[in-house]
């Protein structure tokens, strides 16, 4: 076992699930990653180029780091256009529906995460 995972799992958290992080990177009414984001470098026409391909993520990142990036990327660049998919802080002109609350759960989180970590490294 990875020495990440297990230290996840010893911390009482929830391994990600690789189908489920699947199916919410390609729900655009929920994650809304393949808006930015290009699933390979090459690039789909339905796919975005606003940001980084997010094969690459999983090479530049370990999970826990690539977990951080997408709870609130603001800690890594404050200017950042990505949403805080785990922070409610500092928002505004929220729609009342999402008034205080994050856009993913802890779980969905964890599983987005799992699925980067399947995809083929640049």
Not at 8 to 30: I, S, Y
Not at 34 to 40: D, S
Not at 58 to 86: C, G, H, K, Q, Y
């Amino acid at each position: 076992m990875r020495a990440w995972l297990a230290l996840l799992l010893a911390a009482g958290a929830q391994a990600g699930d690789v189908e489920r992080g699947r199916a919410l990177l390609a729900d655009r009414t929920q994650s809304l990653c393949l808006l930015c984001h290009a699933l390979t470098a090459t690039g789909d026409a339905n796919q975005g180029n606003l940001a980084p391909p997010l094969a690459a993520a999983a090479a530049r990142w370990s999970p826990p780091e690539l977990r951080e990036r997408i709870a609130d990327m603001r800690r890594f660049n404050p200017a950042t256009v990505m949403p805080p998919f785990r922070s409610t802080d500092g928002l505004r002109d929220v729609a009342p529906a999402w008034a205080g609350r994050a856009a993913l759960t802890e779980q969905q989180l964890d599983d987005l995460v799992a699925y980067l970590g399947t995809l083929a490294r640049p």
